[in-house]
């Protein structure tokens, strides 16, 4: 008796991905850096996505509904990286509650609920699940109940197994992704940036000591029309940022660091963000928006104790 190929189906097969990004991520840094937090490693999230997205679609010949990509943060307010992921095509963030002691809450309910659902409803034939609780056996019984399969990958362990023996038992079927693969999307977490001592500023006495006073040139062109003036719009970065330390959290902005380039979603955000509290676009004036973002960076760089640098985007 031949056994037939388990990943091979329909054309008209419709398929999910939910991914436990917990999982995926401290199971990736541990077999490839050794690391035992997230704060030690740096992740390509967009890269790993679409990787992910291309093995899916060599596994299972059909149509993805979407990608789930469960996560959390700190009272559901998402970091930078989660803000830059849920504007990816066909990728769906759903977020978790992150605690004071970096537990996640809520996560495993979301995934449970969520695979439940599109079995319940014959949105999908087939599910790609990347995970490893033990949690996750009832979600997926129920749904293998509907007449879905289950389809569990699990990343390489480093001795061992990461992954529950039950939650394996239940899967229709089950693949290793290797550390070879994902190798290129994870790197150490660069060192701090020292400190560097304050300049000493000179005193306007000083400054001015000795020059003799300039006198103004009158304009003698016709008179343009002026833009928002340098030290309002830094003023004004320099408020979102402090508005977004606050309310986002300083872990979150941490992410930004080094800079002073800011991702495209975020530097929209900023913009955005000015233009209410100006109450005028700034889009008429390119300068205006290099302003905008050194006086971001200013409120950022002192809040973090590092030397100022100029915006390069």
């Known amino acids: 008796m031949t056994i037939p190929d388990l990943m091979s189906h329909p054309i008209g097969t419709k398929y999910a991905v939910l991914v436990d990004v917990g999982y995926l991520y401290a199971a990736a840094g541990e077999v490839l850096l050794g690391a035992k937090e997230r ?3 740096r992740v390509a999230a967009d890269e790993l996505i679409q990787a992910l997205q291309k093995r899916a679609e060599a596994r299972i010949h059909g149509e993805l509904l979407r990608i789930y990509w469960y996560d959390a943060a700190r009272d559901r307010v ?29 996560v495993d309910a979301q995934i449970r609920s969520d695979l439940e659902a599109l079995a319940r409803h014959h949105a999908v034939s087939d599910t790609i699940l990347l ?26 362990p480093p001795y061992g197994t990461n992954q529950a023996e039950r939650l394996v038992w239940e899967a229709d079927t089950v693949e290793i992704i290797s550390a070879d693969f994902l190798r290129a999307f994870f790197s150490r977490a660069p060192a701090p940036v020292p400190v560097p001592a304050p300049p000493i500023t000179p005193s306007p006495a000083q400054v001015f000591a000795g020059r003799t006073p300039a006198k103004p040139k009158l304009p003698t062109g016709p008179v343009t029309k002026l833009g928002p003036s340098r030290p309002r719009v830094e ?34 955000e900023l913009l955005i ?11 008429p004036y390119p300068e205006a928006r290099v302003w905008l973002r050194d006086g971001f960076w200013a409120r950022v760089y002192r809040e973090f104790e590092i030397g100022v640098g100029i915006s390069s985007k």
């Open 131 to 156: 995970a490893g609780d033990e949690d996750m056996v009832p979600a997926v019984e129920a749904a293998q109940a509907y007449g879905v399969r289950i389809h569990l990958w699990g990343v390489e």
């Open 273 to 283: 963000e000015a233009e209410k509290e100006l109450g005028h676009s700034l889009r």
């Open 235 to 268: 003023e004004v970065g320099e408020h979102v940022a402090q508005k977004w330390i606050l309310t986002r959290g300083r872990d979150n902005i941490r992410d930004l660091l080094p800079g002073p380039i800011l991702p495209t979603v975020i530097d929209t």
């Open 39 to 41: 704060k030690e490693y």
């Open 78 to 106: 998402p970091t930078v990286d989660q803000r830059v992921i849920a504007q990816l095509p066909w990728v769906k963030v759903r977020l978790g509650n992150l605690n004071a002691r970096g537990q996640q809450k809520g």
